[in-house]
């Protein structure tokens, strides 16, 4: 077994590889923050933003490329004077990813030295073209279809793959939701069957033993119970063992009691028993049933035996946990004889029938729950009843959600074979509006649940968010569920239609030859009769068979569907490989057909070379950090329920995240760090062996078992297209802090997802973290669609770095980077900051570094048709307060924010045209990603035009001013003056 890399083990060989391998020679790990600070690291942080954003960093790199340089000096600097090459780091996150990976793959191809001249210029030949890196960047700025139109192969081509993708993901799932429908059918059939099979019932004998087989899987669930009352601690239950040892043998036991009520003698019995007789009769046996359970677990734990040799433990017979108990098993059998008349004792057959299927067994649930709540009232003043308290809070919060379930699940399921016999009497009226219904619902659903305007946060989290903001959200938070609902009466219908061929009601009512009265509710439910005894026979196998077909449908579709390749995401990381990692390619080779070439695509690993000389110089490379997002949505650790990830790094050394391995001070006790969970990129996600054997015949020679992952040549690693892609997979059910429990189900059933699951680089992925997808489908699905996805699976879920933060500042601030430059290309045209709030709000709370910017509130939106914006800054300045985690020794870092903004202003002719035409630029929606030529060139004019001015401001005609540190130093003196001021206040005189 091979341990994963730390957090420190990571930073350490990050800066060994970047500064040299002495450079923290002698560090001692508590002291490595501030080693990291003195070593004065640089970074370049690309937004995301998709191919706005891309556009728009093109434009910031080709700055850089060109400066500095004198006043009204046009010749680019050398390579060792550039200020791109000056920088450390690349951190990139979704649509910065796009171009921070082209820049990448053009330097593992080509020397920095001959990539420098081709960023900003092209040949002296006349009608020279661009380089060949940048022009087919132009070229494909319709990544997804660089050829548009619908009579185009690349439009039909992804459509194509669209629905081929779509139709093999409900392969899996539509077999999987019938295989639920049919447990849930069998289920109905079997709460109605079950009093039947015991003989001539006016002897009693079913209600006997049904009654018997309740009683016992109820003393079951209380003894446990008693059992979790008297622990605590670590030594208390899970919820686990909760959901094995209380909640499954409480609910089966509703199911029998559901069966003792329906048969003929317990019918018979509520209908000539007075209500207040079963009251009574109830809070008898509810007494002695508590009182059983009692005594049967102190025999078990043998203190029974203690108590028997000890006589002062007879004194706790007083005590009021004891007697409280009694008294709510009193409550427990009085409610429970409540809702056996109330349920049990109508007069219309078929509705009995209806209201025992829906209500009985979650009513012995509920009996329960009113139990403990009279336990809790009646004990609040003793020991330990505010951690009893919380304990019956939890397990009523269980006992509502089955029975919410169970009720919900049942009624669909019933409509679904009502509206089936409404088909069979000739109604398809009902049926056809059904399927309508269905495929709007879903349409919405498509078009507002992967839209950039719908949040996922509750509207008084977002008070500022527009009406069409507000109204795209509720539309996707309403088409969800109703289209859920619309499937599951769909999918029921079916299923009584072709495997049953009548409606179920007409099975469920034949059990107990139940008569329908004319003119009753009973009458308009089951309109299409009874079945004859020889079909009533045949609805169990009938049901077991299908869901056996359904099971091995699923199965088959689970181990050979793969939950990756089959997503969204293979469509669009070819082609963003094709488009921003083909294009500096140079002897590219693609398929003559489909103009794909799969050597596009390099490794990680290939993108930092061993030696150093072969990184530095002339051959100078950045140490590229892909953002992606670790979506924790089903979580534990309650302070992350609104990020609902974590940052999940990609780089050409390791693969992890920082915030996995929690480390407590003690068994069960107090978190106090987070150890941090790294493999490395040569082998991480890379392997395509699924792990295990598959025997067709006992007797064949079976394979040899894979090599080890160190050992494996055929494992290259994760690759730099496949990084890129889940660093912009925006659209996806599961989305960190923008995750909607209702929409994901909805885009799981769509099959839009852009994610990818790779295996845990934690421990518990020991055996999955070198591979490159799950081994079977079914799983992941399931937990795409209902948002289960957490950090403690051998497979976790990976999608957009946006979705925990967008700018790729965070993992650079951990890093303790002294000069940052960021460029946000985000979606903000109100300038409300909400990516950079983030980013500085987590920066804050996860490693206490606070990040105040200077003059913030200076940079202003677009201004309105014919207003020019003079003298507004297109940047600010950001000191971050290293010092307040690492000590007055750490040096303030610097941050030069660069922002999207159009002032009307100093922009060339070419960019005003454009903003002229598109009053939302340079913030149109992020779901355009097909750029035309124009548009493609205004970001890049407008990136490059901001951040030149920046610089040109900055360095003046100055000569000295040749280094990125001191132009970045010059920029940040008023916020460090500021910073200053406000830290050390003058003294005032006399004081």
């Known amino acids: 077994m091979t341990n994963p890399l730390s957090t420190i083990e990571v930073l350490r060989a990050e800066a060994k590889s970047i500064h040299g391998d002495h450079v923290l020679d002698g560090v001692q790990d508590e002291d490595l923050t501030l080693a990291l600070n003195t070593l004065e690291s640089t970074a370049l942080c690309l937004s995301g933003g998709g191919i706005r954003s891309a556009t728009f960093g093109l434009g910031i790199i080709q700055a850089l490329a060109a400066r500095p340089r004198p006043c009204k000096d046009f010749r680019l600097p050398p390579p060792d004077k550039a200020l791109l090459g000056q920088f450390n780091y690349l951190s990139t996150v979704s649509g910065g990813g796009y171009i921070g990976s082209w820049l990448s793959a053009w330097l593992s191809r080509q020397p920095y030295a001959e990539v420098l001249p081709q960023l900003n210029t092209r040949g002296h030949e006349v009608s020279a073209v661009e380089p060949t890196a940048i022009g087919d960047l132009r070229r494909d700025s319709n990544y997804l279809t660089p050829k548009v139109g619908l009579v185009s192969a690349d439009t039909w081509a992804a459509a194509a793959m669209i629905l081929r993708n779509l139709l093999l993901n409900w392969v899996l799932l539509i077999p999987l939701f019938l295989l639920s429908l049919v447990v849930v059918k069998l289920a109905a059939v079997g709460v109605a069957w079950l009093s039947h099979p015991f003989g001539d019932q006016k002897y009693g004998l079913a209600l006997v033993i049904l009654a018997v087989i309740s009683l016992a899987l109820v003393l079951i669930g209380l003894r446990f119970t008693l059992r979790a009352m008297r622990l605590s601690g670590t030594a208390s239950p899970t919820q686990g063992q909760f959901l094995k040892g209380n909640l499954l043998p409480m609910f089966l036991g509703g199911v029998a009691w559901t069966g003792a009520l329906d048969t003929t003698i317990g019918y018979q019995l509520l209908i000539v028993t007075p209500l207040a007789d079963l009251l009574v009769f109830g809070g008898i046996l509810g007494f002695v049933v508590y009182g059983a359970a009692q005594l049967i677990t102190l025999l078990t734990t043998g203190e029974l035996f203690t108590a028997l040799l000890d006589l002062k433990r007879w004194a706790r017979l007083k005590h009021r946990t004891t007697w409280g108990w009694l008294v709510a098993g009193i409550a427990y059998g009085a409610f429970l004889g409540f809702g056996a008349h109330v349920i049990g004792s109508g007069g219309d057959p078929a509705v009995r029938l209806l209201l025992l299927l829906l209500f009985a067994p979650p009513w012995l649930l509920v009996s329960q729950l009113m139990a403990e709540t009279c336990y809790v009232a009646l004990t609040s003043n003793t020991p330990r009843s505010d951690e009893q308290r919380e304990w019956f809070a939890r397990s009523a919060g269980w006992y509502l959600a089955t029975c919410i379930a169970w009720i919900a699940g049942v009624a669909l399921a019933l409509l679904g074979s009502w509206t089936a016999g409404q088909v069979e009497l000739g109604t398809q009226a009902l049926f056809d509006w059904l399927v309508a219904g269905g495929g709007a619902t879903a349409m919405v659903g498509w078009l507002t649940g992967g839209s950039g305007r719908t949040s996922a946060q509750p509207s008084n989290q977002a008070p500022n968010r527009s009406p069409v903001a507000i109204a795209y959200n509720v539309a996707a938070s309403l088409s969800a569920p109703l289209f859920f609902a619309l499937l599951l009466v769909l999918g029921s219908a079916v299923i009584d239609l072709v495997v049953l061929r009548d409606s179920l009601f007409a099975y469920l009512i034949s059990y107990g030859n139940y008569l329908i009265l004319p003119d009753s509710a009973g009458s308009v439910l089951f309109q299409s009769g009874m079945v004859e005894a020889q079909e009533r026979s045949m609805v169990v196998p ?313 003059e913030l509130q200076k940079m202003q939106p677009r201004p309105a048709p014919g207003v020019t914006l003079t003298d507004v800054p297109y940047h600010a300045m950001g000191v971050i307060d290293y010092a307040m985690a690492d000590g007055p020794a750490a040096k303030p870092g610097i941050i030069l924010y660069v922002k999207a903004s159009f002032h009307n202003c100093d922009e060339g002719a070419g960019v005003k045209a454009y903003a002229n035409a598109h009053p939302t630029f340079p913030h149109e929606s992020t779901t355009d990603q097909w750029f035309s030529e124009s548009q493609f060139e205004s970001y890049r004019s407008l990136g490059f035009q901001i951040m030149d001015s920046i610089l040109a401001e900055a360095q003046g005609c100055a000569t000295d001013l040749a280094t990125l540190k001191q132009i970045l130093d010059r920029l940040a003196e008023p916020a460090l003056k500021e910073e200053c001021e406000e830290c050390d206040p003058p003294v005032l005189q006399g004081a």
């Not at 050979?560 to 500096?584: Q, T």
């Not at 992350?640 to 990609?650: E, V």
């Not at 885009?747 to 518990?764: D, E, F, H, I």
């Not at 900051?833 to 500085?840: E, H, I, P, Q, R």
């Open 542 to 854: 009938l049901l077991v068979i299908a869901g056996v077909i359904l099971g091995i449908i699923a199965f088959f579709a689970s181990k050979y569907i793969n939950i990756n390749r089959f997503s969204l995401h293979g469509l669009y990381r070819n082609r963003l490989v094709r488009a921003f990692l083909g294009a500096s390619h140079i002897g590219r080779k693609p398929d003559r057909f489909t103009g794909f070439d799969m050597d596009d695509n390099p490794t990680m690993q290939s993108l930092w070379p061993a030696k150093r000389e072969d990184r530095t110089g002339d051959n100078w490379r950045p140490f590229h950090v892909l953002n992606t997002t670790l979506n924790v949505i089903s979580t534990r650790n309650l302070a992350w329920q609104q990020r609902k990830g974590m940052s999940f790094t990609i780089t050409p050394l390791h693969s992890g995240a920082a915030s996995l391995c929690p480390l407590l001070d003690q068994p069960g006790g107090t978190l106090v760090a987070y150890r941090g969970a790294f493999r490395p990129s040569s082998k991480y996600g890379g392997s395509s062996h699924s792990g295990r054997r598959f025997r067709l015949w006992p007797f064949a020679r079976q394979p040899k078992c894979p090599p080890r992952p160190e050992d494996d040549p055929t494992n290259p690693g994760i690759s730099l297209g496949t990084a890129m892609a889940i660093s912009g997979a925006a659209v996806d059910p599961n989305a960190g802090y923008h995750s909607s429990p209702t929409v994901s189900l909805l885009l799981t059933l769509l099959n839009m997802r852009l994610g990818w699951w790779l295996g845990n680089p934690a421990p518990v992925g020991e055996k999955s973290w070198y591979r490159n997808g799950p081994p079977t489908a079914a799983a992941p699905l399931v937990k795409d669609a209902f948002g289960l996805t957490t950090d403690d699976q051998p497979y976790v879920a990976l999608s957009d770095g946006g979705h925990f933060e967008d700018l790729g500042l965070y993992e650079m601030v951990r890093r303790r980077c002294r000069y940052i430059v960021v460029s946000d290309a985000g979606e903000d045209p109100t300038f409300t900051y909400s990516d950079l709030g983030m980013a500085v709000r987590k920066i804050g709370i996860d490693f206490g570094i606070p990040i105040r910017f200077h």
